[in-house]
Protein backbone atom coordinates (compact mmCIF):
# COMPACT_ATOMS: atom_id res chain seq x y z
CA UNK A 1 0.00 0.00 0.00
CA UNK A 2 1.40 3.15 -1.06
CA UNK A 3 1.05 6.77 0.93
CA UNK A 4 1.14 9.88 -1.16
CA UNK A 5 2.61 13.29 0.52
CA UNK A 6 -0.58 15.47 -0.13
CA UNK A 7 -1.79 15.32 4.03
CA UNK A 8 -3.10 18.95 3.31
CA UNK A 9 -5.49 17.96 0.75
CA UNK A 10 -9.01 19.37 1.18
CA UNK A 11 -12.10 17.02 0.89
CA UNK A 12 -14.51 17.93 -2.20
CA UNK A 13 -17.38 16.60 -1.32
CA UNK A 14 -19.15 17.81 -3.90
CA UNK A 15 -16.88 16.26 -6.53
CA UNK A 16 -17.64 12.46 -5.12
CA UNK A 17 -21.62 12.83 -6.31
CA UNK A 18 -24.48 13.09 -4.32
CA UNK A 19 -28.16 11.38 -3.90
CA UNK A 20 -31.26 12.34 -6.34
CA UNK A 21 -33.88 14.06 -3.71
CA UNK A 22 -36.76 11.99 -2.93
CA UNK A 23 -40.02 12.13 -0.40
CA UNK A 24 -39.39 11.50 3.19
CA UNK A 25 -40.34 8.21 4.47
CA UNK A 26 -41.15 8.99 7.72
CA UNK A 27 -44.45 11.37 6.40
CA UNK A 28 -45.58 8.83 4.03
CA UNK A 29 -45.48 6.21 6.73
CA UNK A 30 -47.64 8.89 8.94
CA UNK A 31 -49.68 9.28 6.23
CA UNK A 32 -50.45 5.76 6.57
CA UNK A 33 -51.40 5.19 2.54
CA UNK A 34 -53.36 2.09 1.25
CA UNK A 35 -50.80 1.41 -1.09
CA UNK A 36 -47.30 2.80 -0.43
CA UNK A 37 -45.65 3.85 -3.90
CA UNK A 38 -44.45 1.28 -6.21
CA UNK A 39 -41.22 2.44 -5.82
CA UNK A 40 -40.61 1.21 -2.48
CA UNK A 41 -42.26 -2.31 -3.40
CA UNK A 42 -39.53 -5.29 -3.28
CA UNK A 43 -41.34 -8.80 -4.35
CA UNK A 44 -38.01 -10.56 -4.94
CA UNK A 45 -37.69 -10.48 -1.15
CA UNK A 46 -40.73 -12.64 -0.80
CA UNK A 47 -38.74 -15.67 -2.11
CA UNK A 48 -35.55 -14.76 0.21
CA UNK A 49 -35.19 -17.67 2.77
CA UNK A 50 -34.46 -16.32 6.35
CA UNK A 51 -33.59 -18.63 9.21
CA UNK A 52 -35.12 -19.03 12.24
CA UNK A 53 -32.59 -20.98 14.28
CA UNK A 54 -31.96 -18.58 16.94
CA UNK A 55 -28.85 -20.36 17.88
CA UNK A 56 -26.72 -19.23 14.74
CA UNK A 57 -25.64 -16.10 16.02
CA UNK A 58 -22.40 -13.90 15.03
CA UNK A 59 -19.32 -14.07 17.66
CA UNK A 60 -18.88 -11.99 20.25
CA UNK A 61 -15.68 -10.29 21.46
CA UNK A 62 -14.65 -9.17 24.49
CA UNK A 63 -12.56 -5.91 24.32
CA UNK A 64 -11.59 -5.86 27.35
CA UNK A 65 -9.87 -9.40 27.13
CA UNK A 66 -7.56 -7.75 24.07
CA UNK A 67 -5.49 -5.04 26.13
CA UNK A 68 -3.56 -6.90 27.87
CA UNK A 69 -0.66 -9.01 26.68
CA UNK A 70 -0.17 -12.48 28.52
CA UNK A 71 -3.26 -11.55 30.63
CA UNK A 72 -5.85 -14.83 30.68
CA UNK A 73 -7.95 -14.94 27.60
CA UNK A 74 -5.91 -12.60 25.84
CA UNK A 75 -4.65 -15.02 23.07
CA UNK A 76 -8.14 -16.73 22.71
CA UNK A 77 -9.91 -13.60 22.38
CA UNK A 78 -7.12 -12.87 20.22
CA UNK A 79 -8.10 -15.75 18.16
CA UNK A 80 -11.66 -15.38 18.25
CA UNK A 81 -11.62 -11.54 16.82
CA UNK A 82 -9.09 -13.28 13.46
CA UNK A 83 -11.85 -16.16 13.18
CA UNK A 84 -14.70 -13.61 13.15
CA UNK A 85 -13.16 -11.24 10.72
CA UNK A 86 -12.13 -14.14 8.22
CA UNK A 87 -15.29 -16.28 9.15
CA UNK A 88 -18.19 -14.42 9.52
CA UNK A 89 -17.14 -10.20 8.77
CA UNK A 90 -19.51 -8.82 11.60
CA UNK A 91 -19.08 -9.41 15.14
CA UNK A 92 -20.70 -7.78 18.38
CA UNK A 93 -18.08 -6.27 20.45
CA UNK A 94 -18.76 -6.01 24.44
CA UNK A 95 -16.65 -3.82 27.63
CA UNK A 96 -15.99 -1.67 25.03
CA UNK A 97 -16.17 1.30 27.78
CA UNK A 98 -18.50 3.54 25.44
CA UNK A 99 -21.49 2.89 27.13
CA UNK A 100 -22.41 5.95 28.58
CA UNK A 101 -21.54 8.03 25.58
CA UNK A 102 -23.34 5.75 23.37
CA UNK A 103 -26.78 6.38 25.77
CA UNK A 104 -26.24 9.85 25.25
CA UNK A 105 -25.85 9.78 21.30
CA UNK A 106 -29.15 7.05 21.43
CA UNK A 107 -31.06 10.12 22.67
CA UNK A 108 -29.96 13.03 20.55
CA UNK A 109 -30.66 10.58 17.82
CA UNK A 110 -34.20 9.65 19.53
CA UNK A 111 -34.82 13.57 19.89
CA UNK A 112 -33.65 14.82 16.72
CA UNK A 113 -36.14 12.34 14.30
CA UNK A 114 -38.88 13.19 16.61
CA UNK A 115 -38.72 16.75 15.26
CA UNK A 116 -40.87 18.15 12.90
CA UNK A 117 -40.36 17.59 9.49
CA UNK A 118 -39.84 21.08 8.56
CA UNK A 119 -37.17 21.31 11.20
CA UNK A 120 -35.35 18.46 10.40
CA UNK A 121 -35.35 19.65 7.14
CA UNK A 122 -33.23 22.47 7.89
CA UNK A 123 -30.51 20.11 7.42
CA UNK A 124 -31.66 18.33 3.83
CA UNK A 125 -29.37 17.58 1.74
CA UNK A 126 -28.74 20.19 -1.43
CA UNK A 127 -27.97 19.41 -4.87
CA UNK A 128 -23.86 17.66 -5.52
CA UNK A 129 -23.58 17.11 -1.44
CA UNK A 130 -24.25 13.90 0.14
CA UNK A 131 -24.29 14.92 3.75
CA UNK A 132 -27.54 16.24 5.59
CA UNK A 133 -31.24 14.61 6.27
CA UNK A 134 -32.43 12.57 3.35
CA UNK A 135 -31.68 8.92 1.39
CA UNK A 136 -28.31 7.66 0.07
CA UNK A 137 -27.43 5.75 -3.19
CA UNK A 138 -30.20 7.72 -4.97
CA UNK A 139 -28.79 7.30 -8.43
CA UNK A 140 -31.62 7.41 -10.75
CA UNK A 141 -35.03 8.15 -10.94
CA UNK A 142 -36.87 4.77 -11.94
CA UNK A 143 -34.62 2.54 -9.29
CA UNK A 144 -35.90 0.92 -6.06
CA UNK A 145 -35.99 2.96 -2.44
CA UNK A 146 -35.63 2.42 0.64
CA UNK A 147 -38.30 2.51 3.93
CA UNK A 148 -36.04 4.67 5.80
CA UNK A 149 -34.31 8.28 6.27
CA UNK A 150 -31.03 9.19 7.34
CA UNK A 151 -29.22 11.94 8.90
CA UNK A 152 -25.53 11.91 7.01
CA UNK A 153 -22.33 13.62 8.76
CA UNK A 154 -18.69 13.51 8.28
CA UNK A 155 -17.18 14.00 11.50
CA UNK A 156 -13.34 13.38 10.67
CA UNK A 157 -11.05 15.12 9.52
CA UNK A 158 -11.94 17.88 11.92
CA UNK A 159 -11.34 20.32 9.91
CA UNK A 160 -13.35 19.31 7.30
CA UNK A 161 -16.57 18.96 8.91
CA UNK A 162 -19.49 21.27 7.24
CA UNK A 163 -21.46 22.61 10.58
CA UNK A 164 -24.06 23.67 8.21
CA UNK A 165 -25.69 19.92 8.52
CA UNK A 166 -24.67 20.05 11.90
CA UNK A 167 -28.38 19.95 14.17
CA UNK A 168 -29.07 22.81 16.50
CA UNK A 169 -31.84 21.52 17.94
CA UNK A 170 -31.58 19.07 20.22
CA UNK A 171 -29.23 21.50 22.03
CA UNK A 172 -26.73 18.87 23.30
CA UNK A 173 -26.59 16.88 19.46
CA UNK A 174 -23.34 19.21 18.66
CA UNK A 175 -21.19 18.00 21.73
CA UNK A 176 -22.32 14.54 21.80
CA UNK A 177 -21.69 13.94 18.42
CA UNK A 178 -17.72 15.23 18.72
CA UNK A 179 -17.38 12.80 21.65
CA UNK A 180 -19.20 10.59 20.00
CA UNK A 181 -17.17 10.75 16.85
CA UNK A 182 -13.78 10.91 18.80
CA UNK A 183 -14.55 7.70 21.14
CA UNK A 184 -15.86 5.21 18.32
CA UNK A 185 -12.58 6.24 15.99
CA UNK A 186 -10.30 5.39 18.63
CA UNK A 187 -12.00 1.90 19.04
CA UNK A 188 -11.71 1.13 15.58
CA UNK A 189 -8.27 2.18 15.56
CA UNK A 190 -7.58 -0.29 18.58
CA UNK A 191 -9.08 -2.76 16.10
CA UNK A 192 -7.03 -2.50 13.38
CA UNK A 193 -3.86 -3.06 15.86
CA UNK A 194 -5.30 -6.69 16.83
CA UNK A 195 -6.45 -7.26 13.31
CA UNK A 196 -2.94 -6.17 11.72
CA UNK A 197 -1.14 -8.76 14.34
CA UNK A 198 -3.52 -11.71 13.27
CA UNK A 199 -2.77 -10.74 9.65
CA UNK A 200 1.08 -11.34 10.71
CA UNK A 201 1.90 -7.72 10.76
CA UNK A 202 3.41 -4.66 12.75
CA UNK A 203 0.50 -3.80 15.43
CA UNK A 204 0.05 -0.04 13.55
CA UNK A 205 0.46 -1.25 9.97
CA UNK A 206 -3.41 -0.83 9.44
CA UNK A 207 -3.64 1.91 11.85
CA UNK A 208 -1.63 4.11 10.95
CA UNK A 209 -3.35 4.18 7.48
CA UNK A 210 -6.31 5.79 9.15
CA UNK A 211 -4.34 8.56 11.07
CA UNK A 212 -6.50 11.03 8.87
CA UNK A 213 -9.37 9.03 8.91
CA UNK A 214 -12.60 9.80 7.27
CA UNK A 215 -15.53 9.14 9.12
CA UNK A 216 -18.84 9.65 8.23
CA UNK A 217 -21.55 8.81 11.04
CA UNK A 218 -25.31 7.84 9.57
CA UNK A 219 -28.53 8.34 11.40
CA UNK A 220 -30.84 5.81 10.12
CA UNK A 221 -34.51 6.22 10.82
CA UNK A 222 -36.75 3.13 9.41
CA UNK A 223 -40.56 3.72 10.37
CA UNK A 224 -42.95 1.04 10.61
CA UNK A 225 -44.60 -0.18 7.56
CA UNK A 226 -48.19 -2.09 7.37
CA UNK A 227 -46.83 -4.07 3.86
CA UNK A 228 -43.47 -4.38 5.98
CA UNK A 229 -42.87 -7.68 4.47
CA UNK A 230 -43.25 -6.20 0.47
CA UNK A 231 -40.46 -3.24 1.87
CA UNK A 232 -37.02 -2.99 2.87
CA UNK A 233 -34.95 -0.10 5.16
CA UNK A 234 -31.95 -0.87 3.45
CA UNK A 235 -31.02 -2.77 0.26
CA UNK A 236 -28.39 -5.91 0.87
CA UNK A 237 -25.00 -4.64 0.43
CA UNK A 238 -21.39 -4.63 1.52
CA UNK A 239 -20.42 -1.46 3.19
CA UNK A 240 -17.64 -0.10 0.97
CA UNK A 241 -15.48 1.39 3.52
CA UNK A 242 -13.02 -0.11 5.69
CA UNK A 243 -14.58 -0.76 9.75
CA UNK A 244 -17.79 0.22 10.25
CA UNK A 245 -19.65 0.21 14.04
CA UNK A 246 -23.34 0.26 14.62
CA UNK A 247 -24.99 0.91 17.76
CA UNK A 248 -28.21 -0.18 17.99
CA UNK A 249 -30.99 2.46 19.28
CA UNK A 250 -34.10 0.81 20.53
CA UNK A 251 -35.19 -2.44 20.99
CA UNK A 252 -36.54 -2.98 17.40
CA UNK A 253 -35.09 -6.00 15.30
CA UNK A 254 -34.01 -6.03 11.55
CA UNK A 255 -30.52 -6.33 10.49
CA UNK A 256 -29.73 -9.55 8.48
CA UNK A 257 -26.40 -10.91 7.36
CA UNK A 258 -26.16 -13.08 4.40
CA UNK A 259 -24.75 -16.46 5.53
CA UNK A 260 -24.62 -19.61 2.76
CA UNK A 261 -26.78 -17.58 1.07
CA UNK A 262 -29.46 -17.55 3.63
CA UNK A 263 -30.17 -14.45 5.46
CA UNK A 264 -29.38 -14.74 9.09
CA UNK A 265 -31.67 -12.07 11.81
CA UNK A 266 -28.90 -10.38 13.97
CA UNK A 267 -30.09 -10.05 17.90
CA UNK A 268 -28.01 -7.13 19.07
CA UNK A 269 -26.52 -7.99 22.68
CA UNK A 270 -27.73 -4.90 25.07
CA UNK A 271 -24.62 -2.29 25.39
CA UNK A 272 -23.09 -3.61 22.59
CA UNK A 273 -21.37 -2.30 19.48
CA UNK A 274 -21.88 -4.25 15.92
CA UNK A 275 -18.89 -4.48 13.57
CA UNK A 276 -18.40 -5.42 10.50
CA UNK A 277 -15.78 -5.78 8.15
CA UNK A 278 -15.74 -3.33 4.99
CA UNK A 279 -14.99 -3.65 1.38
CA UNK A 280 -11.61 -1.67 1.97
CA UNK A 281 -10.35 -4.23 4.54
CA UNK A 282 -11.25 -6.99 2.82
CA UNK A 283 -9.02 -5.21 -0.11
CA UNK A 284 -6.27 -4.58 2.15
CA UNK A 285 -6.39 -8.18 3.70
CA UNK A 286 -5.87 -9.21 0.21
CA UNK A 287 -8.79 -11.27 0.66
CA UNK A 288 -8.21 -12.95 4.27
CA UNK A 289 -10.65 -10.43 5.48
CA UNK A 290 -13.91 -10.60 3.62
CA UNK A 291 -17.00 -8.09 3.71
CA UNK A 292 -20.11 -9.46 3.76
CA UNK A 293 -24.21 -8.68 2.36
CA UNK A 294 -26.49 -7.49 5.39
CA UNK A 295 -29.72 -5.61 4.84
CA UNK A 296 -32.62 -4.07 7.17
CA UNK A 297 -35.83 -5.55 7.52
CA UNK A 298 -38.69 -3.60 8.41
CA UNK A 299 -40.88 -3.76 11.43
CA UNK A 300 -44.85 -3.89 11.10
CA UNK A 301 -45.58 -2.12 13.77
CA UNK A 302 -42.81 0.31 15.46
CA UNK A 303 -40.14 2.34 13.74
CA UNK A 304 -36.05 1.02 14.19
CA UNK A 305 -33.13 3.50 14.78
CA UNK A 306 -29.44 2.62 14.55
CA UNK A 307 -26.43 4.97 14.21
CA UNK A 308 -23.17 3.76 11.77
CA UNK A 309 -20.04 5.28 12.17
CA UNK A 310 -18.02 4.47 8.90
CA UNK A 311 -13.87 4.84 9.16
CA UNK A 312 -12.03 5.14 5.76
CA UNK A 313 -8.24 6.17 5.05
CA UNK A 314 -7.55 9.63 4.90
CA UNK A 315 -6.64 11.19 1.21
CA UNK A 316 -3.12 10.38 1.23
CA UNK A 317 -3.78 6.24 1.13
CA UNK A 318 -3.70 4.45 -1.69
CA UNK A 319 -6.30 1.67 -1.37
CA UNK A 320 -5.27 -1.97 -2.52
CA UNK A 321 -3.32 -5.28 -1.04
CA UNK A 322 -0.85 -4.02 2.10
CA UNK A 323 3.02 -4.82 0.80
CA UNK A 324 3.60 -6.36 4.53
CA UNK A 325 1.19 -9.22 3.85
CA UNK A 326 4.14 -10.63 1.80
CA UNK A 327 5.50 -9.86 -1.50
CA UNK A 328 5.09 -13.79 -2.18
CA UNK A 329 1.32 -13.70 -2.28
CA UNK A 330 -0.27 -12.38 -5.56
CA UNK A 331 -2.71 -9.43 -5.36
CA UNK A 332 -5.86 -10.22 -6.19
CA UNK A 333 -7.39 -6.57 -5.67
CA UNK A 334 -6.84 -3.75 -7.90
CA UNK A 335 -5.14 -0.52 -6.28
CA UNK A 336 -6.76 3.11 -6.49
CA UNK A 337 -6.50 6.32 -4.70
CA UNK A 338 -9.09 6.98 -1.81
CA UNK A 339 -10.85 9.79 -3.79
CA UNK A 340 -11.48 7.34 -7.09
CA UNK A 341 -12.69 4.99 -4.26
CA UNK A 342 -15.25 7.60 -2.57
CA UNK A 343 -16.51 8.80 -6.59
CA UNK A 344 -16.79 5.25 -7.43
CA UNK A 345 -18.75 4.11 -4.14
CA UNK A 346 -20.96 7.14 -3.66
CA UNK A 347 -22.20 6.94 -7.22
CA UNK A 348 -23.02 3.55 -7.13
CA UNK A 349 -26.65 2.35 -5.69
CA UNK A 350 -26.43 -0.32 -3.44
CA UNK A 351 -25.76 -3.37 -4.95
CA UNK A 352 -25.37 -6.74 -3.22
CA UNK A 353 -20.97 -6.88 -3.38
CA UNK A 354 -21.07 -4.73 -6.58
CA UNK A 355 -18.37 -2.57 -5.33
CA UNK A 356 -15.91 -5.31 -4.19
CA UNK A 357 -16.04 -7.06 -7.37
CA UNK A 358 -15.07 -4.23 -9.77
CA UNK A 359 -12.28 -4.06 -7.43
CA UNK A 360 -10.94 -7.54 -7.87
CA UNK A 361 -8.24 -8.35 -10.56
CA UNK A 362 -10.18 -10.52 -12.87
CA UNK A 363 -7.64 -13.96 -13.73
Known amino acids: MEIRDNTSEKINRSGYGSSISVDNVQALA ?52 HVACRDWGFFQLINHGVSELMNEMKKVTEEFFKLPLEEKMKYAQIPGIIEGYGQA ?49 GVSNELFKFMSINLGMEPDAISRL ?5 QSIRMNYYPSCHVADKVLGLASH ?77 LEVKIGPLSELGKEKTAK ?31
Open 333 to 363: YKTINVEDYLRLSISNKLDGKSLIEQMKIQE
Open 210 to 214: YENCI
Open 238 to 314: SDQTGLTLLVQVNEVQGLQIKKNSKWVPIKPIPRSIIVNIGDIMEIMSNGEYRTIEHRVTVNLEKERLSIAAFHTPG
Open 137 to 185: FVVSEDQKLDWGDMLYLVPLPINQRNMRFWPQNPYSFTKTFDQYSNELN
Open 30 to 81: FEELKDIPIRYVRPEIESEEVLTDKSLQVPVIDFSKLFVLGKPGYEDELANL
